[in-house]
């Protein structure tokens, strides 16, 4: 278990499905997840034994709760970890509005940050932002992460094209 000051994060456990299955489910998180069809419950129960063993699948997802009421509000991701080259990327989703702005992906990230690089002993995380989500952007900006690229018109939303961020945070320098 990761333990910040407002927020800490564990290991999914199959008690969390019903809490992922609603978040993943929910059209208004679809965007930044680029999800298009729902997702079963039978996927979600698949997903959390799947990333079981993170040097296998590649894949990590952490439950944020809060200290305070040990509520969940929302999971923290790794993926695509590449152990031979030392990086991976990472995303973030606070699942209600009503938690979004209260520090918790910002606390949750940080602890995220150490891990990596303390105990996994990676060397870089990269994430993509859809250039119109500007809470991600001064999120992982805040965070020391640097924008190394612009796609131009990638992603595609109700009909509008977007551009998709690059950013990368090399952990030896954090």
Not at 68 to 92: C, M, P, Q, T
Not at 139 to 166: C, H, M, P, Q, T
Request: hydrophobic residues 40%.
């Amino acid at each position: 278990m990761l333990v910040g000051s407002k927020v800490y994060l564990r290991a999914v456990e199959k008690s969390d499905a019903t809490s992922i299955y609603m978040w993943e489910n929910n059209p208004e998180n679809w965007k930044v997840s680029n999800t298009e069809v729902p997702f079963s419950m039978f996927d979600i129960m698949a997903l959390i034994e799947h990333q079981a063993d993170l040097r296998k699948s590649g894949q990590l997802r952490l439950v944020i709760l809060t200290k305070d009421s040990e509520r969940a509000v929302g999971v923290i991701d790794l993926y695509e970890v590449n152990f031979k080259h030392g990086y991976a990327s990472v995303g973030v989703l606070i699942a209600m509005d009503a938690d979004r702005g209260k520090g918790y992906a910002a606390e949750a990230l940080k602890l995220l940050i150490e891990y990596t690089r303390d105990y996994l002993e990676l060397r870089n995380l990269q994430c993509s932002i859809h250039g119109d989500n500007e809470a991600s952007i001064a999120l992982f900006e805040r965070l020391n992460f640097r924008k190394i690229g612009v796609r131009k018109a990638w992603l595609k939303y109700k009909g509008k094209e977007i551009d998709e961020l690059s950013y990368q945070l090399c952990l030896k320098e954090s």
